[in-house]
């Protein structure tokens, strides 16, 4: 059975609590990556992924009880009711961006050993529901393991 050392990316992407989620935005669309640890120090205090960063937009839908009709109703609705929804979204971008990352990450991050199977990983991810594990050896972060390099490793083009 294949290691989580031979398909783990070893060169770990990281961030820090204190990061504003703006920038660690910038950071996982210029590296293509969807997810990253939160290292204090040595230590993985957090994950922060896609899915903590989408929560962040999520816009309360504007409720229908509040709207007013009037008689430009019928020419305005739609195009009013979007340009506030769009004006919601981008002061809630603009909210979330100066957040930090500490305030987002989820802080039960997931671990594996570089010497475990890939089908403990695999496992781990499914049952845990999550797309990548961090690869600690002693406490320390060595590598990260996602569900692609699981499946690249089991078609032979293992990631390093």
């Known amino acids: 059975m294949m290691k989580v050392s031979e398909v783990m990316t070893k060169d770990v992407i990281t961030c820090r609590p204190s990061d504003p989620v703006d920038g660690v935005v910038k950071l996982m669309s210029e590296k293509d990556i969807s997810g990253l640890p939160v290292v204090d120090g040595e230590k993985v205090v957090g994950m922060v992924t896609e899915a903590d960063i989408m929560r962040l937009l999520v816009v309360p839908e504007p409720s229908r009880t509040l709207w007013m009709p009037s008689p430009l109703e019928v020419l305005i609705e739609i195009p009013l009711k979007e ?78």
């Open 83 to 160: 340009i506030i929804q769009l004006r919601r979204l981008q002061q809630s971008v603009k909210d979330a961006g100066g957040q930090n990352v500490g305030s987002i990450m989820q802080k039960d991050v997931l671990s594996i050993s570089p010497d475990d199977d890939i089908e403990d990983a695999a496992s781990a991810m499914v049952k845990h529901k999550v797309n990548r594990l961090v690869v600690l050896k002693d406490g320390k972060l060595v590598g990260i393991i996602t569900r692609d390099d699981i499946i690249h490793g089991l078609g032979g083009s293992a990631n390093t």
